[in-house]
């Protein structure tokens, strides 16, 4: 986006549009708004600028820290620049909206957000101030809010389908913001920083945050061992131990010690697999989680990191539901350079609570129960959010319903990151010469070359132009007085789906050449014929996508 000149950065994570990136963002708005509207959404726009009371009804103003971006008035009142709004969309709601017969309504707006990331990166992808569509429904209750979240679930489809986009709708978690339920919309890129699981049977997509694991079914056929303690100098890790007493890591149960504010817990993962604090936040109905500190350790084992164990440990402890079928498994033994082996559930220790704890992985079952799951990586550039009655409860937003009773809205509200989808179109589009635009937001559909000024290359490329023109495309010309060589390259970096070359060597011939920049195939037309040949290969292409 830098070299093609669509985008420059101003600051980290804030960046100027150029006239070719900002056609591209326009596209992908129009492709927004259509299909918003379509889904029976009604346009506004909020200030970029809101005020603090409003934040310190739901309580996100104490919630929120450095990520909230704060700012003064000259009279010293407290604002934020909106990082989202919630907050500003149901006090607009309480303000007008009194009864059930103004229900379903759902508000969108196309407008700019600010949040103060830590490492903004990656231009676009994760910005400080971009571009979002943020969407708000109200309905009289959960049947009504559930098709409003439908509508939005389904115009999401249309919108990244429309785009040319290859994505796919994964389950996610409502992670701060809360409510019942969520998607993700992910396009599928190795680049991306999600990671989703699927089922090959083709049922079930998760964001790896949210995939469920299914409890694996008991079979105990090795026979029980007594526990023994066995020296382990300097085996912290699951590797260094592995390697040490020749054991796989999934014999291995790893005791992780976590802090949650009010108190320290024990959480067992068997060895070979990944914790998932998502799924534990929710068991623990916390929000703020961390691993504990070596001091912690120290104090609540009696032995450096690395050697801690459920065995004796007078904590409260939960476990993976892998775990409750690990036999004569290793563990720490809660003494420096010491494990334990052979050590079995309940004989050896007690769990408080079995629970799903882990990521899911390539290969589980899939809890659909449709196959085995894969995992791919994706960059999120959408996600709908069930939210339910959190913030009407919390801002009084209620209308009164059929029986004159006073009830809370209850709310969704859905997000498309517009600067995120463009950048995501070039991740999955893009060769090494440059990118590949999706024809339906591609900043030009065709880019006309002419080579040398001689008359007939110059009345040749206007007529060419006004033809394309009249036809629908988009056409940018590249007039430069620049040898071929530059010129082809600068097309290929810029994108547009058609290259049209104009030569004299080939107009001796009452020809031109044309390029797609997706196969590289080069035809070789009468000029009259270009705009139609264009229209007809753009509309296979979509067509076949
Ligand atoms: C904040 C800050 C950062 C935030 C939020 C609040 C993310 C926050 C989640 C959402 C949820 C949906 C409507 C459009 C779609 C997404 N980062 N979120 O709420 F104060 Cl500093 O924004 N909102």
């Not at 996100?60 to 990520?67: A, H, I, L, P």
């Not at 994964?170 to 701060?176: H, I, N, W």
Request: charged share 25%; net charge neutral; aromatic share 8%.
């Amino acid at each position: 986006m830098l070299r093609a000149g669509l985008i420059r950065k101003v600051a980290a994570g804030i960046y100027t549009y150029l006239p070719l990136g900002l056609r591209v963002i326009r596209k992908v708005e129009r492709i927004v708004r259509e299909e918003m509207n379509r889904a029976g959404a009604q346009e506004v726009l909020m200030p970029i600028v809101s005020p603090a009371e409003l934040w310190k009804e739901t309580g996100r103003w104490d919630y929120y820290g450095k990520e909230m971006f704060r700012l003064k008035d000259r009279h010293e009142r407290d604002f934020c620049l909106g990082p989202t709004h919630e907050e500003v969309i149901t006090d607009l709601f309480r303000r007008e909206v009194r009864s059930y017969r103004q229900l379903p309504l759902n508000f969108y707006q196309i407008q700019t957000k600010f949040r103060d990331e830590i490492r903004p990166r990656f231009g676009l992808m994760r910005g400080r101030e971009f571009i979002m569509k943020d969407a708000y429904s109200f309905d009289k209750d959960e049947a009504g809010a559930r098709v409003s979240y439908q509508k939005m679930y389904d115009a999401y489809h249309r919108v990244f389908s429309r785009c040319g986009l290859n994505f796919r709708a994964v389950e996610a978690d409502t992670g701060l913001i809360g409510g019942t339920s969520s998607h993700e919309f992910m396009v599928l890129a190795d680049t991306g920083e999600e990671t989703i699981v699927y089922s090959d049977g083709g049922s079930y997509a998760a964001n790896v945050e949210r995939a469920e694991v299914l409890a694996p079914d008991f079979d105990a056929k090795e026979e029980i061992r007594p526990m023994r303690s066995v020296s382990t100098p300097g085996c912290r890790t699951v590797e260094e131990v592995t390697k040490f007493l020749k054991v796989d890591a999934s014999q291995l149960v790893k005791t992780l010690l976590y802090t949650t504010g009010s108190e320290t817990v024990a959480v067992l993962i068997r060895g070979d697999h990944d914790a998932n604090e998502i799924k534990l936040k929710r068991l623990l109905g916390v929000t703020d989680l961390e691993l504990a500190g070596p001091a912690i350790v120290e104090k609540v084992t009696g032995a450096p990191v690395g050697f801690a164990g459920p065995v004796g440990l007078n904590l409260r402890i939960v476990a993976d539901h892998a775990v409750k079928t690990a036999t004569n498994a290793v563990v720490g033994g809660n003494r420096l350079d010491t494990h334990l082996v052979d050590v079995n559930c309940p004989r050896d220790f007690q769990v408080g609570q079995f629970a799903d704890l882990r990521n899911a992985r390539a290969g589980d079952i899939s809890p659909r129960k449709d196959g085995v799951l894969k995992t791919a990586k994706g960059i999120e550039v959408g996600h709908v959010f069930m939210l339910g009655t959190k913030y009407s409860v919390a801002m009084n937003a209620s209308f009164l319903d059929p029986n004159g009773k006073e009830c809370p809205a209850v709310m969704g509200c859905y997000g498309i990151g517009v600067g995120r989808t463009a950048a995501a179109a070039i991740e999955q589009n893009h060769d090494e010469k440059g990118i590949v635009w999706p024809f339906p937001i591609a900043p030009f559909h065709v880019h006309l070359i002419s080579l040398g000024h001689s008359v007939g290359v110059t009345e040749a490329v206007s007529t060419l132009y006004a033809g394309l023109e009249a036809s629908g495309l988009e056409v940018l010309w590249d007039d430069r007085d620049e040898r071929a060589g530059v010129k082809f390259n600068d097309a290929d970096l810029i994108g547009a789906p058609y290259q049209v070359i104009v030569g004299d060597k080939g107009l001796a011939e009452g020809l031109v050449e044309v390029k797609t920049r997706k196969t590289g195939v080069k035809t070789r037309l009468a000029p009259a014929g270009i705009p139609a040949a264009i229209l007809a290969m753009a509309s296979s292409v979509s067509a076949a996508s």
